[in-house]
């Protein structure tokens, strides 16, 4: 059974970067799509990127000058960075893996247990 | 950019109900459309995928209808590990993955 992990710091100051990397285990990164997803206290679900195993990405345009999403096949990880961060990034961040192998469409079907990013000075 | 819509936005039911929640998006998505189940303090957990493909595992209880604009779950007779929050979740146009605002359901 395909398990992941964030992992990362669990505090930001403001204007600085954000740091989460996700660790896959009991399973490859290979031929899945991967995403970042958020949730600020209280509120709704924000996805905030995707990869693929190959490095393609796609990324939210609300976000997409902010964030970069990276995979490292080697070590079975995807990591993601968002920049200039502020007390709005405040959130629970998950990541989780695409449903169908080679497909983004059908949703996220195995998520991380997500891990609360606070900014703060 | 696509918006999605969920009714109602709470409901309040007892165990044995039949719930019914829907979910509109502002723009056509054909069927790619998928629903969460999210317990407080928790991960959301992928119910249906492609608005009626029930996920391996999850009760037969739970069933996804529509396409289009317009989509519905339904919970066939709720049970006490059913009152959550759901989300509905567009995939097919920009900003990829919109997810609706959420439905609570808790305890009448």
């Known amino acids: 059974q395909v398990q992941l992990q964030e992992s990362g710091p669990g505090l930001v100051k403001p204007s600085e970067t954000l740091s989460l990397t996700c660790t896959v285990s009991s399973g490859s990164v290979t031929r899945y799509y991967w995403s970042w997803i958020r949730q600020p206290p209280g509120k709704g679900l924000e996805w905030i990127a995707y990869i693929y195993y190959s490095g393609s990405t796609n990324y939210n345009p609300s976000l997409k000058s902010r964030v970069t999403i990276s995979v490292d096949t080697s070590k079975n990880q995807f990591s993601l960075r968002l920049s200039s961060v502020t007390a709005a990034d405040t959130a629970v961040y998950y990541c989780?893996?695409?449903?169908?192998?080679?497909?983004?469409?059908?949703?996220?079907?195995?998520w991380g247990q997500g891990t609360t990013v606070t900014v703060s000075s | 950019d696509i918006q999605m819509t969920q009714s109602p936005s709470s409901l309040s039911a007892s165990v044995g109900d039949r719930v019914t929640i829907t979910c509109r998006a502002s723009?056509?998505?054909?069927?790619?459309l998928n629903w969460y189940q999210q317990k407080p303090g928790k991960a959301p957990k992928l119910l249906i995928c492609a608005a009626s493909s029930l996920q391996s595992g999850v009760p037969s209880r739970f069933s996804g209808s529509g396409s289009g604009t317009d989509f519905t779950l339904t919970i066939s007779s709720l049970q006490p590990e059913d009152f959550a929050t759901y989300y509905c979740q567009q995939s097919y146009l920009t900003p990829l993955f919109t997810f609706g605002p959420g439905t609570r359901v808790d305890v009448k």
């Open positions: 723009q056509h998505i054909s069927s790619y």
């Open positions: 989780a893996r695409h449903n169908k192998a080679d497909y983004y469409y059908y949703g996220m079907d195995v």
